[in-house]
């Protein structure tokens, strides 16, 4: 990435749109590593104004409960990657329409934080070039790991690592076999909470256990779906927070005792089935259905496009 020119600046009037898919990550044995885009997707637009003030305003999903000023987490993110290249913010109207449930383990968060990204990116044409690369080291360093934000950003399967230069990611594409299910509860969860649930350190058998599991999930998810029950087994993360999340808990133990590889969705409280073929993502989703708490049971799709920005074009004069 390199730097704006001295004294570059965003047009006022300079429209982008940004297309942002839901993720569920760590799918189960890849904790912080393993992550899959869904085909759920928050919406945003965002013009360059005239001044300094930040407006935003949102529909749908967190309309009355996120803030509609620069401490917005989409408006910090955009305003985040100015910073770093040095290009002053211009005033910014903001306009999102948002489909991902919150605090549900479905990367909504990280999916602000990836349109945040990307709208820089698409205001910032022709001023400063930001790769992919950068476009994944920056929302990372705001998302604080690379599971949700890789697949957010590229779509489909995202193995996500970081090295001294930074978080790094292969894309790979899923086995046309392979059928979602995502039921969401009511109950919220807090990623922080969760990950405060968790040893500093492992036995070596564990360690080694997820080893294996997710070596093998990789192979499951894009060859061999008849493996995913085994390589969805996990001793890193689910366990430690289960007392946190019991339906959640029960539920993933429910499935997986009826032959369904289940898993919790990110640090949840949402559960991701992954099954091999539609008829067994039906008897998931009817087992889902007739559990006493009341789970919204979606059948989702991989979003293989990832974020997207496109420029939106001057409007035509009256
Ligand atoms: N890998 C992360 C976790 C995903 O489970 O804590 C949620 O941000």
Redesign the pocket.
Known sequence: MIAAAPGASIPVGRRVRVQVPATS??LGPG??TLGLALNVHDELEVEATAGTAVRVEVEGVGADEVPTDETNLVARSLLHVLEAVGVEAPGLVLRARNSIPHGR?M?S??AAIVSGVLAAQGLLEGLVELADADVLRLATEL?G?P??VAPAIFGGLTIAWVDETGPRHKQLAVHRGVSLLVAVPEATMS?KL??SLQPEAVPHADAVFNLSRSALLVAALTQSPELLLDATEDRL?QTYRASAMPETSALVGALRAAGHAAVVS??GPSVLVLAGDPAARLEAAAIVESRDEPWRALLLAVDIRGGTVEPIPPQAAA
Request: proline share 0%.
């Open positions: 990550a760590n904790f912080d383990g990367g968060s990280g998302e790991h599971d949700n990623t969760a990950r993360h990110g640090a």
